[in-house]
Nanobody, 127 residues
Framework: QEQLVQSGGGLVQAGGSLRLSCATS????????VGWFRQAPGKEREFVAA????????HYLDSIKGRFTITRVNTKNTVFLQMNSQKTEDTGIYCC????????????????????WGQGTQVTVSS
């Protein structure tokens, strides 16, 4: 099974920026899509953004539109999540997931649709 390796994250002040990365463990990305999800303390996991690998189409949670950008870099087998103008409510554990084969009615915003995951990384935005 594919494995994803995450890097980035950490502590940032409100208004600041962080970048997360999600890469395959040395092999080219074969996923149909890669998504980012986050989970804040005491809350359920929440969809943040997704990108389809072949055509680069992107999908975003409404509350982060205009602040976060998801991109994929084929040559690096990596998906990035650039997070700007961060808010305290962006705090949480961020995980990237790979969706290998899409079903006809696939919903990229559902974490259950994803087949494998990265290890997770903490993002803390202080006020």
């Amino acid at each position: 099974q594919e494995q994803l390796v995450q890097s980035g994250g950490g502590l940032v002040q409100a208004g600041g920026s962080l970048r997360l990365s999600c890469a395959t463990s040395g092999r080219p990305f074969s996923a149909y899509a890669v998504g980012w999800f986050r989970q804040a303390p005491g809350k359920e996991r929440e969809f943040v953004a997704a990108v389809t690998w072949k055509d680069g189409n992107t999908h975003y949670l409404d509350s982060i539109k205009g602040r976060f950008t998801i991109t994929r870099v084929n040559t690096k087998n990596t998906v990035f999540l650039q997070m700007n103008s961060q808010k305290t409510e962006d705090t949480g554990i961020y995980c990237c997931g790979g969706l290998q084969t899409p079903a006809p009615d696939i919903d990229l915003k559902m974490s259950a649709a994803y087949d494998y995951w990265g290890q997770g990384t903490q993002v803390t935005v202080s006020s």
